[in-house]
């Protein structure tokens, strides 16, 4: 059985900082694509950072995240973190990872088979 699930969100002022983590069971990690993506109310689900499976070597990031948002996984441990710093207000939202066999690194969430239930972050003074 196929799972993700997210820890790691929460509360923090501007310019803070959280590590997201997506543990994952019931497949291969390596042989995955795993995409962090976030919803604000309102607003259409966006692809945040992208891995490819590992052969691939490929990674993305939204321009809004580029040099404050790390991704990066450990195939040892089946878990795939997302390493936020400099947190803006707008970071705010719920955050999914999400998981697709021999995948790119796309940030097209209809790309992914599998979900994980999604964690809030919220950045607020």
């Known amino acids: 059985q196929v799972q993700l699930v997210e820890s790691g969100g929460g509360s923090v002022q501007p310019g803070g900082s959280l590590r997201l983590s997506c543990a994952t069971s019931?497949?291969?990690?390596?042989?995955?694509?795993i995409g962090w993506f976030r919803q604000a109310p309102g607003q259409e689900r966006e692809g945040v950072a992208c891995?490819?499976?590992?052969?691939?070597?490929?990674?993305y990031y939204a321009d809004s995240v580029k040099g404050r948002f790390t991704i990066s996984r450990d195939n040892a441990k089946n878990t795939v973190y997302l390493q936020m710093n400099r947190l803006k207000p707008a970071d705010t939202g719920v955050y999914y990872c999400?998981?697709?066999?021999?995948?790119?690194?796309?940030?097209?969430?209809?790309?992914?088979?599998?979900w994980g239930q999604g964690i809030q972050v919220t950045v607020s003074s």
């Open positions: 999400a998981g697709e066999i021999l995948g790119a690194g796309s940030p097209d969430a209809s790309d992914y088979d599998y």
């Open positions: 019931g497949f291969t990690l390596d042989h995955y694509a």
């Open positions: 891995s490819s499976h590992t052969s691939k070597g490929r990674t």
